[in-house]
């Protein structure tokens, strides 16, 4: 029996019931993720701040702000690049990889779909911190 599953599904995290992911996570957001998750309650500066001009993940306590007794609190409204991962872009080897701190990196199908969202992802990121950045005093 296959194990493997699109990337999207995030079924070998619930499975396994994991979140390394979760911690101290540098996660870059969009604003599409910021106004999904402000949807939800949240106030932008409870859950975000900001580095180099792009926005992330806030971490407390060295945990993804939305990590609740070890399950993320808005799983079905989590920002894109969570349901993403482990697909990662490795700049070094200019490679899409499964993130080797995944322990279960393994279990999840990369097709070519998962490659192209998160080039548009990394594209959309680097284009609102570009507009983030002129827009500075």
């Not at 998750?37 to 975000?48: L, M, N, P, S």
């Not at 993940?57 to 399950?71: I, P």
């Not at 594209?123 to 983030?132: D, I």
Request: hydrophobic share 25%.
């Amino acid at each position: 029996m296959d194990k493997s599953v699109n990337t999207d599904s995030g079924s070998p995290c619930l499975l396994h019931s994991c979140n390394e992911c979760c911690l101290e996570t540098e996660m870059p957001l969009t604003k599409k993720d910021v106004v999904r998750i402000r949807k939800k309650g949240y106030k932008t500066d409870e859950f975000t701040y900001e580095k180099d001009g792009e926005l992330h993940l806030r971490n407390r306590m060295k945990k993804c702000f939305f990590l609740k007794e070890g399950r993320c609190s808005i799983y079905e409204d989590r920002p894109e690049g969570c349901r993403i991962y482990p697909l990662i872009y490795d700049s070094d080897s200019r490679k899409f990889i499964t993130d080797e701190l995944c322990p279960h990196r393994s279990e999840f199908k990369v097709e070519e779909g998962d490659k192209d969202r998160l080039k548009s992802l990394l594209r959309r990121v680097e284009k609102e911190k570009a507009r983030r950045i002129r827009l500075q005093p």
